[in-house]
């Protein structure tokens, strides 16, 4: 294998193992949420509800990294860096969610972009799970569950 091979291939592994990880992390509020919302009235109905918007929106930025991470699968698959990329784009256009860009970008740039994706979802668990943890906080008066 070539280097952008192994680059694309790593890339698209560590890509699916991050959404992976965040998309479960993110699932923990909502499956312990209803569990303890009958403890002391758990939280308000706007703090749950804002607590599922975020859920979703890092469920949301999972499903695109899982989608970027096949995307570097399905171009380290290919014998160079231009066909891989080019097959990429030709993807990205007949699925009709981009239009061939005149100078196409490379997989330093498009490594880059995924980048930005995994901080703002991480952004987005971390605002999530420190929520939770107030209205947790809050529903039991700085006293123990158990």
Known sequence: MTPWNVNASTTARSLGYNAVFCGLASLLPLALGPITAGYRGFTSPLGWLLLLVLCLVVLALTIHLLFDALLF????????EAAGLAAIDDTLFRMRLREPDATPRGLDRRIAGSRRI????????????TLFAILLLDATDGQSLC
Request: net charge positive; hydrophobic share 45%; charged share 20%.
């Open 118 to 129: 995994i901080w703002r979802q991480r952004c987005a668990l971390a605002v999530c799970l």
């Open 73 to 80: 699968r399905l171009a380290s698959c290919h014998e160079s």
